[in-house]
């Protein structure tokens, strides 16, 4: 992995930079020497700022390999430091980071710390292309920590029982993370989207939509996927799978929902259907998206196209628990994202944790 090195990050309160020796003072009055700063870390609290120096020697040291990520926080118009931050595990097979952060007890709860941790994750995923992912833990009794991550906009992804140690002793470990497609930006999802659909705001149709109507593009990664989001207690009578009947007789149904959307069904589809009684009541195609790149990442993309239920067959929740089951095909199948084009029923997909990334109209993708 490619490294950047400690530089100096700046945000709207905040200066974090790197250390020098002349620091020893703040950082051992500030929080080094407060065993109740340490009270949930993994080193010690300092007996005496000569400790502090000399830990501080080695760190500055450090900086010259060029490999060391940790930075003195400070606020700015103070020169002082207040607490500290750093990357303080690597794992080249993953590509990923786990950091640390402390504060001094005195700047506990203004927001100082979320704010020191965004800057910190910005600044290693626009600063290394290959690191695909960041992480934070903390001891399930510091739920402040867990805060300040959730905060940061990190991800809860579990818990890993004893398996960590700190001065109170080993500890259930919280983890919480981000991945660098959670970062994705509009600009991203614009050039997916017209990677998937090449040409898509040249259309005359899409032109020719109503001023003021705006659609959305909604995604979803497959490997957070749990088909229990949504487990509708459907009758006994309603089934699920894919469609083997007449193609004519399918688009004959088709066309009571969406006039134009017959065209798209064909021998060639794979198509998968809800039905009541052995009769069609909702319908999908599966299409394969291919490979795309988003913010730096390739990823398989599978698409539920032209998704619809017959009118009489509404509000019953047959076409969601549909959906919920083409999505756990595309996760079976390894796909890792599942893509919604060109939906007004946002909240809808949101049930089954559907996130929407892109707004349009006709005049182009939607910028607020």
């Known amino acids: 992995m490619n490294t950047i090195g400690t530089k100096t990050i700046e945000t709207e309160r905040l200066i974090l930079r790197r250390y020098r020796i002349e620091d020893t003072d703040d950082m051992y009055n500030n929080w080094a020497s407060d065993p109740e700063v340490t009270k949930f870390l993994s080193w010690p609290t300092h007996v005496s700022a000569e400790f502090t120096k000399k830990l ?76 695909n992912r960041i992480y934070a833990t903390h001891d399930l009794r510091n739920a402040k920590s867990g805060r300040v991550m959730q905060k940061a906009g990190m991800t809860f992804d579990g818990i890993l029982r004893g398996s960590k140690k700190n001065n109170l002793g080993l500890h259930d470990t919280a983890y919480y993370s981000v991945l660098r497609t959670d970062l994705a930006t509009t600009d991203d999802y614009e050039k997916l989207l017209l990677e998937l659909k090449p040409g898509f705001f040249e259309r005359d149709y899409i032109r020719n939509m109503p001023d003021g109507e705006t659609a959305s593009e909604q995604i979803l990664r497959l ?106 095909i595309f996760r079976q199948e390894l796909y890792d994202f599942s893509y919604i084009h060109w939906t007004f029923e946002t909240q809808w997909y949101a049930k089954l944790g559907y996130k929407t990334v892109l707004r349009w109209n006709n005049r182009g993708v939607v910028r607020e």
């Not at 500055?60 to 400070?74: A, H, L, P, Q």
């Not at 066309?255 to 009541?281: L, M, N």
Request: a negative charge; charged letters at 25%; one cysteine or more.
């Open 56 to 131: 501080l020697t080695q760190w500055v040291s450090y900086y010259d390999e060029g490999r060391t990520y940790n930075w003195g926080i400070t606020l700015k118009g103070e020169g002082r430091v207040i607490g500290n931050i750093a990357v303080v595990e690597r794992d080249e097979r993953t590509c990923s980071y786990e950091i640390g952060y402390c504060l001094g007890k005195a700047y506990w709860g203004r927001g100082i710390m979320p704010e020191a941790l965004r800057a910190v994750i910005r600044y290693l995923f626009e600063g290394e292309s290959d690191l």
């Open 223 to 328: 490997q957070n996927f749990d088909a229990k989001v949504y487990d509708k207690k459907l009758p006994a009578n309603v089934t699920f799978g894919f469609y083997k009947g007449d193609i004519e007789e399918l688009r004959g149904l088709v066309a009571q929902v969406v006039d134009h959307w017959p065209q798209f069904f064909t021998e060639e589809s794979r198509i998968y259907c809800g039905y009541v009684d052995g009769k069609v009541a909702s319908f999908c195609i599966l299409e394969d998206g291919g490979e795309h790149v988003i913010n730096g990442v390739k990823c398989r993309v599978g698409e539920p196209g032209c998704v619809g239920t017959l009118p009489a067959y509404r509000d019953r929740g047959i076409g969601l628990t549909m959906i919920r089951n083409v999505t756990e």
